[in-house]
Structure formats: C-alpha cells, structure tokens
C-alpha cells in the first residue's frame, strides 16, 4: 500500500473518532486529494506514488498562483488550504510514517512547510475578510427593531392570557397547560431573549435554572427611570469558556419569569422526575434546547416573516449606529459575549451596565418609531419590552399570592421579593447524593474509588438507618450511582490519555489529534468498567481546550475553567506511606507550574481562628492561614461553588507537608475579585514524586505533639 493510500486511511479513522460527519470527511479528503495531485503536476511529477517529498514550498506556491490564474474564490482557497494544513499535520505525527524518527531531516522539512502554509492561510483569512466587508457593504440593511420583534407584539395578548392562568395558581397541585400551550410560552420567552435581547441562542438553550434562582433572590438593579430589574447571569452555556452573557429582567419579565418557573417548571419536574438543570422544560420534563426551530415555528404560526436570532443579532449592531458614543458601546459589549469584554467591566459590574444596554434596546427602538425614520412615536411592538410595570409579589413560606399591577414611582425602593424555592429535587436525586455521599467517606472522598452496592445491599443499607426502599427503587438508584461513578472515572482516563497522547504525538495540546481506542483501552481504570468509547472522547476534546496553553496563566480562562471544574492535569491521589494519602505528579511538572489550588472556604484570619478554638482539632485540620491579607482558607468545610462530591475531591486538602522537603509553594492571587491560593511547583518535579509543601507548623507547636511530624 502507498504511504499516500496508507495516511489517507489513517487521516480518515482519525477524523471518526472526532465525530466529524461523513460527509466533512470526504469533502476534506477531496480537497487534500485535489491538491495534492495538482501540486505534483505543477512540479512535472508524473509518478503515480506519492511521496512526503512532493510536499514542497515550490509547488504550494505554484498551485496558489494557478488558483489566482483560474480566479478561484478566495474563500474556496482558504477551506482548500485549512483542509491540507489539517491534513500535512497528520502526515507529521503518523505513527506508520514514523518521520520524527525515520527521516528526521523530512519531519523538519515538513514543519517549515507548515508554518509557511499557516503564513499564508493568515493572509487568506485577511482577504476573506476584506470580501466580507465588501459584500456586507453592498447588502440593504436588516430589518428595523419593530420588524424584528414583530412576533412578540402579534402574540403578545396571547402570552399574557396564558401568564395569567398561572397567576390565578394557588398551589402546586398539577399542571393547568396544555402541552401546546407549555410550547407557545416557551417560544414566546425565548424568542424574546434572542430577537428583543439578541441573546445567542445557546445561551437561552443553556439558561440554568438555579443561575435565574440566584438573580431573583439577589438584589434588584435600579435603570436610571428607577425601574427595577434584575440581571441573569448564564454561566454554563457551551461557550462559556470564551464568552461572557447576562440577561437583564424588567418588572414585567421578571415576573412572568418566576411564574414559569414556579408553576410550570417546578411542577413538570415533580410530575415528570425531570432532573436536568436547564431552565426551560418541555411538557414531558426534557429540556427545550430547540430554540432557533422553536422561533421560526412561531412566526410561522402568526404569519410573521421569518426573523433569526443572528439577523436579529445583526439588526441591533446596525440601528445602534444612530445612537449615542456610549450607548454603541454597551450594545456592542452585549452582543459581543467575547472573552475580551468578560474580562473588562461588564463581566464583574457591573449588573448595571447589562441594565443600561437592555435601556438602550428600548432607545433604538423609540428613535426608529413606527417606520424606522427617526421620530420617536411610541410603537406596538415596544409593548413587549416596555411593558414593564412594576408588580409586588407577597412573601409566603409556601404559596404566592395573585400579584396585583400598581405604579411604582422611581424614587420608591425595590419592591419585596418572593423567596424562590430550591432548585426542585426529586426524591430519587436526594436519596442518590445521600448514599453517594456515604459511600465516598469509605473511600476518602474519591468518587471513582466507590464500590456500587447490589441492589440488596442497598436496601439492607436503608434499613439499617430505618428507611425503607423497594426493589424498584434500589435497582433505579443504583443505576444512578454507577452512572455517577463511570463519568468520575471517564474523567480520569481522559486525564490520562490525553497525557499520553500529549508525550506520543509531541505536539501542543490544541493540535492534539484523537487517538484510537482499543477496547483495552476503554475498561483501563480502577474498577476494570469499561466506559463508552464517545463519552470518553468527548471528555478528552473537552480537557484538551483546557489544557490547550502549555503554561497555565493564574488570570487566564484556561484557569478559571480547571478551578470550576477541579480537573488538574498534572495531579492524581495516592496512598502515602505513614500520611494516608497524598498528591503525586502523573507527569513530569516544570518549575513554576501551576498544579493545583487549595480550595476551600476563604474567610478571614480572626473567624478562623475562632473555629479552631470552637471547633473539635480533628475537624479543622485543613485549615490554611495567609499573612497576606490575612485570609484563610478553611478546606476543612465544604465550599459553596462545588457539590460535596466535587468538594472532597479537590487535589489541595490532601498534599501533605514537608519542612525541609518541600517542592511546590502555595501563592495567593486576586482572581475575579476573590483570594485563590494556588500551588506552584518551585523546581522541575518528576513523575510519580509526591507533592509537598510545608505548612509552617512544627512538632509542639501550640503545646501539642503533633504526631505525623515525627515521621
């Protein structure tokens, strides 16, 4: 077989186990195919074998001057030029070609071709661009505001009489709508987000119940007409590791929000033991993640022009052009989400600035009245936005009363809030996270340590504690705790693998190529489970964005996520002789390198003191005094941004301590306004050298014998 047939093949199996359609693949193949062969040609090389050698410089250049003969689009040369860049770097890690170490020479030849090609694909990607901008340049412009939310305002009365129904709730003793009608509302209010708002659409997908939760039981943000809102913070959206996105409520959205969520949400999830924490919910309690289909759907059902998310998107960019130097910005910082703006004001602030942006929609809308001319005559379409008379919701322990419409002027104080229950549970989920709970203190905390009980064993566990379980429900909870613990473990084969991947192919983390699995492969972890091939990939892509910088930041995103998601690269537990257990180094750790942190609850020195002198010395044995600041650390309870599951699994509470041996040394480093320790290894650490820092205590110390110290 021909080297050229040989990668082909490989290329091929390497881009199915990414899940890229078939359809991607044969259209990348066909392009490398169609270079390929044409470059050679170019070069008068007629054989019919390929060879890494007929990649050359000359020829790509020759090949890029027939396409500009041949007056090839720009943007057909530049997928020609990412698919063959894909694949040249294939070409370079494949394990049958073996270049690296073959043909060293070839391997280096093909790496200079590489960063020429990407050279060249920079310049290709400014000339799209300037094309963009032409083409955009020479296209009328969008649909005004009022055409825009032109379905809001049709479907409006129908909205609010559903809204209605459930205000006249007194109780949660079932649902009152109909399939359809659940449907109409949940089109109509995430239409509203992404035509009214210009909200992207996975991010009203990915909208989590407990993040509107928090922002209903938060304070209430004042606009400068004294209306109060409040500000949404969606922080679990697919992109959320580069975009930024809050939604901001007036008194009208607010309300009708809450009774969503309090008579339509809540109730399906009790009915249906729904148990996903997205906000938005079908009828049959799976999550409403089809919201651009659900847009068009009703706009088609009220006979209105269709109207996408990203032509709305497109539209604001454009009418705001009229407006006020400050007013394009906060719109513009809006619509962008980029990473960039979350790191600026908007991100930490500033729920203000979302409020301001929301009132500068409002003020495009009136500069464009009813035509789009300029006059400012109030328009029908504005009702669904402006309609925002303040409502005051009674505060009961269980029920809510009918909320009553009444004029709030703008010196007056936020109107009383209505106490959200917690995020629904159902029985199952509860029972679930209670036993995993006691299965993991056999284990330390390690969640992929668990052994998962026979159905018998768990009703014997519950009637051991006076409860009762049936059959039924023991084989469903324990269908949940296995599921529990194979994501634990696919976590840290993925860990695993992606290191070794990253130590094979030689390459940094974001041109990582997806290896192939053996079935040996996917039962590789402490239990011997054998793990589904796609949630083992899928857990890799996802740590490979994380671990894409070679040398992690303390302010960047990359650390932002790992904190989030307590998923060091570098780490692992063991057992430690004479210290139970400890931290050791599953790869070799460069000094300066950032390994873990110690997390925990960050509270001041005074009230850690006090809990030690309140607190039982066994139960506050994590707790970690800062000079600095005077700050500690107190690891020993659990923090409130981590389940308890994720909580006694983080890296930090178990490095043990050293005074002479010492090789990684905590930092303390201001991250989005709040201390975070980090532990930074202070020379090159090798694989498998346990972690040590020294905790600044001795034997004696305080009077007593600290017993582990001798050792």
């Not at 922002?215 to 209306?227: K, Q, V």
């Not at 109207?307 to 407006?323: D, F, G, K, L």
């Amino acid at each position: 077989m021909t080297q050229f047939c040989l990668s082909f093949q490989n290329f091929r199996s390497h881009q199915r186990k990414a899940n890229t359609s078939e359809a991607a693949i044969n259209n990348s193949l066909a392009d490398v195919t169609r270079m390929t062969w044409k470059m050679m040609g170019l070069q008068g090389i007629t054989a019919q074998d390929f060879k890494t050698t007929y990649l050359s410089l000359v020829g790509y250049e020759r090949l890029l001057a027939w396409f500009d003969k041949m007056d090839v689009n720009i943007k057909t040369v530049l997928n020609y030029t990412k698919n063959f860049m894909q694949f040249m770097k294939y070409v370079n890690i494949d394990m049958d070609l073996l270049l690296v170490s073959n043909d060293h020479a070839e391997f280096n030849r093909l790496s200079c071709l590489q960063i020429h090609i990407a050279n060249s694909r920079s310049g290709l990607d400014s000339g799209v661009f300037e094309l963009h901008k032409r083409q955009m340049n020479s296209k009328p412009k969008p649909p005004t505001p009022a055409e825009v939310k032109r379905v809001l305002a049709v479907a409006k009365d129908d909205f609010d009489r559903a809204m209605d129904e459930l205000r006249k709730k007194k109780d949660d003793s079932g649902l009152i709508l109909t399939k359809t009608r659940v449907s109409f509302i949940n089109r109509y209010i995430t239409a509203y987000l992404c035509l009214g708002q210009g909200i992207r659409v996975g991010a009203a997908e990915n909208m989590h119940g407990s993040e509107f939760q928090a922002a209903y039981n938060g304070e209430r943000t004042l606009s400068d007409n004294g209306i109060p809102h409040i500000v949404v913070h969606v922080a679990n959206h697919k992109t959320n590791v580069t975009q930024d996105c809050r939604i901001a409520l007036d008194s009208y959205w607010t309300e009708n929000f809450y009774l969503y969520f309090r008579y339509v949400r809540t109730i399906i999830f009790r009915l249906k033991n729904a148990t996903h924490p997205y906000f938005f919910t079908q009828n049959d309690g799976r999550h409403y993640k089809k919201v651009s289909d659900g847009i068009e759907k009703l706009q088609n059902q009220y006979g209105v022009p269709k109207i996408t998310s990203s032509t709305a998107r497109c539209a604001w960019e454009t009418w705001v052009e009229s407006r006020p130097e400050a007013e394009r910005k906060l719109v513009a910082d809006h619509l962008c989400h980029s990473a960039e703006v979350a790191k600026s004001h908007y991100k930490h602030g500033f729920a203000k600035t979302t409020v301001d942006a929301l009132g500068a929609f409002k003020a495009i809308e009136a500069d464009l009245g009813v035509g789009g001319k300029g006059n400012r005559v109030s328009v029908t379409v504005d009702a669904a936005v402006a309609h925002s008379v303040p409502r005051s919701v009674a505060t009961t322990s269980v029920d809510v009363t009918p909320v009553a419409e009444q004029e709030v002027p703008p010196s007056t104080a936020t109107p009383p809030k209505a106490v959200l229950p917690k995020s629904p549970k159902t029985p199952k989920d509860i029972k679930v996270e209670r036993i995993m709970d006691q299965l993991k203190e056999k284990v330390a905390g390690d969640i992929a340590d668990v052994t998962i009980p026979t159905p018998t064993q768990l009703i014997d566990m519950e009637k051991a504690a006076g409860r009762k379980m049936s059959p039924d429900d023991a084989a469903t909870i324990q269908r949940s705790l296995r599921t529990l613990r194979d994501n634990a473990l696919a976590e840290n084969m993925a860990i695993r693998l992606l290191k070794n991947e990253k130590k094979r192919q030689n390459v940094p983390y974001k041109d990582l190529l997806a290896p192939t699995l053996t079935a040996a492969d996917l039962s590789r972890n402490k239990c011997g489970v054998k793990i589904k091939e796609s949630q083992l990939l899928s857990k890799f892509r996802s740590l490979q964005k994380t671990y894409q910088s070679s040398s992690l930041n303390p302010d960047s995103d990359d650390m932002r996520a790992l904190i989030k998601g307590q998923s060091w690269p570098y780490v692992c537990l063991r057992s430690s002789a004479n210290k139970g257990r400890g931290v050791f180094a599953n790869s070799s750790i460069p000094k300066g390198q950032v390994v873990c942190d110690y997390h925990g609850q960050t509270i001041s020195s005074e009230e850690g003191e006090q809990r030690m002198r309140s607190t039982d010395p066994q139960a506050t044995n994590y707790m970690l005094f800062l000079k600095e600041g005077k700050i500690c650390i107190d690891a020993s309870n659990q923090c409130t941004c981590h389940s308890r599951a994720k909580f006694m699994g983080t890296y930090g509470r178990y490095m043990n301590h050293s005074a002479k041996m010492w090789n990684v040394k905590p930092k303390a480093v201001d991250l989005d306004g709040t201390t975070v320790v980090l532990l930074t290894a202070i020379r090159d650490i090798k694989a498998g050298e346990e972690l040590l820092f020294d905790y600044g205590v001795r034997r004696g110390e305080d009077g007593e014998d600290i017993g582990w110290l001798k050792k």
